[in-house]
Structure formats: structure tokens, C-alpha cells
């Protein structure tokens, strides 16, 4: 079974660098598929960050675009999202996903000081 | 990019009806790559429908998704306690990868 796990800093100061983590099991990231970040702020609907395919292409929102990240560490089975200059804007919870059917449980960002 | 318009915004029903939820894009849906999630509250999203109409691993039979092109549409044949949730449907086809604002099923 394919789980996903987010994990990062819960509270990030406003104009520095959110940087998540999420960690792979019961699947190597390396065979394949679109591995992606989407994220909710509190009491609003899903919004699509961006994916990396296996091969290390990258496709981002682009509302986003210029702030976002993704890149893949297939030694950890893990890939991670680096979005610079945050604003409280970006306050959400946080979802890795593989494809469209396998979602982690999601993460908390609070970008307060 | 692929705007998703969902309708209604809340369907009210009742535990035994039927819900009908509309997922209408902006342009043609790639290779009918849609799909239906269910969430609700404190949990993550969890795919109820991919490619238009294939039901997930593990999900009642209750649940079907039909459509192709711009038009898509999420029944629910007869609604349990358990399905009173948010639905979304998101366009994977085309990037960037988009939702829609979501439906709110709520019991009447």
C-alpha cells in the first residue's frame, strides 16, 4: 500500500522559505507516476501547486511559479516543496500526493510572526 | 488553464435520495483525466472517481462519475449518513492541474 507522509516546520515567518518534506513508502519514486504538492487554506477549497514526474520535470501553478519548488531525493524515497517570500496568504494545510489517488494526511502552515 | 465551475454550490438531501453534482470545464477535458474527490472535515481528500468514471479501490457502488468533454457529473444513488461531505472534481489532463471550488452535500 502507497502512504504518504508531510513533514516541516508548523510555523513560518513572513517573507522567508516554506520547505516541506514528504516521504514515500510501498512505492519507489523512481518507477514512475506524478508526485505533487496541493495545498487548502483554512475553510477554502484545494489549490494545485505543482508536480514532479519521476524523471525530474517539474510542472508549477502558475500563480505561483515564481516561488515554488519541487524537487525529488529518489536515496530517501522523498520529495519536497520549497515556496519563498510567504505571506499570510500561504497559511493552509499542505498535501503531498502521488498522482491523483494517493494523498498524505496534510500539514499544517502557519506563516505568522 | 481549465476552469472548473462545480453546481450546485450545496445540494440538500436526504439520507436514501439521489445526488446529482455537476463538474463543468472551461475547455475539453484531456483523455477525460477527472476526477472526484470526497472530504470532510479535519481529513484529507480521498478520490471517489478517476478517468471520468473509474471507481477507486475500495469504493461503494453507489458512487458513479459519467462524462467527457467539458461536461462531468458525480452521482450518488442513494445517499448514506456517511456521504454528507464536500466533493471536488479536479482536471489532471492538462497542466496546470485545476479544481473545482467544490460542493457542499448537507442534510436537508
Known amino acids: 500500500q502507497v502512504q504518504l507522509q508531510e513533514s516541516g516546520p508548523g510555523l513560518v515567518k513572513p517573507s522567508e522559505t516554506l520547505s516541506l518534506t514528504c516521504s514515500v513508502s510501498?512505492?519507489?519514486?523512481?518507477?514512475?507516476?506524478?508526485w505533487g504538492w496541493i495545498r487548502q487554506p483554512p475553510g477554502k477549497g484545494l489549490e494545485w501547486i505543482g508536480n514532479?514526474?519521476?524523471?525530474?520535470?517539474?510542472y508549477y501553478n502558475p500563480s505561483l511559479k515564481s516561488r515554488v519548488s519541487i524537487s525529488v531525493d529518489t536515496s530517501k524515497n522523498q520529495f519536497s516543496l520549497r515556496l519563498s517570500s510567504v505571506t499570510a496568504a500561504d497559511t493552509a494545510v499542505y498535501y503531498c500526493?502521488?498522482?491523483?489517488?494517493?494523498w498524505g494526511q496534510g500539514t499544517l502552515v502557519t506563516v505568522s510572526s | 488553464e481549465i476552469v472548473l465551475t462545480q453546481s450546485p454550490g450545496t445540494l440538500s438531501l436526504s439520507p436514501g435520495e439521489r445526488a446529482t453534482l455537476s463538474c463543468r470545464a472551461s475547455?475539453?477535458?484531456?483523455?477525460?483525466?477527472l476526477a472526484w474527490y470526497q472530504q470532510k472535515p479535519g481529513q484529507a481528500p480521498r478520490v471517489l472517481i478517476y478517468?471520468?468514471?473509474s471507481r477507486a479501490t475500495g469504493i461503494p457502488d453507489r458512487f458513479s462519475g459519467s462524462g467527457s468533454g467539458t461536461d462531468f457529473t458525480l452521482t450518488i444513488s442513494r445517499l448514506e449518513p456517511e456521504d454528507f461531505a464536500v466533493y471536488y472534481c479536479?482536471?489532471?489532463?492538462?497542466?496546470?492541474?485545476?479544481f473545482g471550488q467544490g460542493t457542499k452535500v448537507e442534510i436537508k
Open positions: 500526493a502521488r498522482g491523483v489517488v494517493f
Open positions: 510501498g512505492y519507489s519514486i523512481s518507477s514512475g507516476y506524478y
Open positions: 514532479i514526474f519521476h524523471s525530474g520535470s517539474t
Open positions: 475547455q475539453s477535458v484531456s483523455s477525460s483525466s
Open positions: 478517468g471520468a468514471s
Open positions: 479536479q482536471q489532471y489532463g492538462t497542466s496546470p492541474w485545476t
